[in-house]
């Protein structure tokens, strides 16, 4: 699990969409920013991380568990990204994710992803409904860093085994 979570983030970190995109099977769908819905399959997934290079992204995992079965793989947890805005000013952006592995043809590539964003901090100030991260819980992992070292203190390991 390490090693594909590390290739992902290698690849955000080359500013390569194209190569963001063949880590993902041709019937993948990714879910991310809730005005945009479903990006399924390969076309549509480059397209969406060219768009995402404008404003050069860096993501951190804060916190993660892994449950591994059988030809398959699931990463959950809470990530920051990091972006440039259009004054060049950094903006933290958290949020949770899920990344789903299916092992296919000698390979393993991501089916599934779900990225949701949660309101930072001032914005959990103007919302009383809000449900941003707790202040704190940031461990500056970078993504694939960890394989469930990095946790917030409430959480608990389930399963340790892994297969790459």
Request: glycine share 8%.
């Amino acid at each position: 699990m390490l090693f594909r979570s590390n290739r992902w983030n290698l690849a955000l970190a080359s500013m390569d969409s194209q190569a963001l995109a063949n880590l993902y099977w041709n019937d993948a769908v990714l879910v991310s920013d809730p005005h945009q819905g479903e990006i399924a399959g390969s076309q549509a997934l480059s397209v969406y991380f060219s768009e995402l290079m404008h404003s050069h992204p860096r993501a951190r995992v804060d916190s993660r568990h892994v449950y591994n079965g059988c030809g398959f793989s699931i990463d959950v947890g809470r990530y920051s990204l990091s972006t440039l805005n259009e004054e060049g000013i950094s903006e933290d952006h958290p949020g949770v994710f899920s990344f789903v592995y299916l092992y296919r043809n000698g390979q393993w590539k991501i089916l599934h992803q779900n990225l949701t964003p949660l309101e930072t901090e001032s914005e959990e100030h103007e919302s009383p409904t809000a449900h941003g991260p707790a202040h704190g819980e940031s461990h500056g992992k970078s993504l694939g860093e960890s394989h469930g070292e990095s946790r917030d203190r409430k959480s608990t390991r389930l399963n340790s085994s892994h297969t790459d």
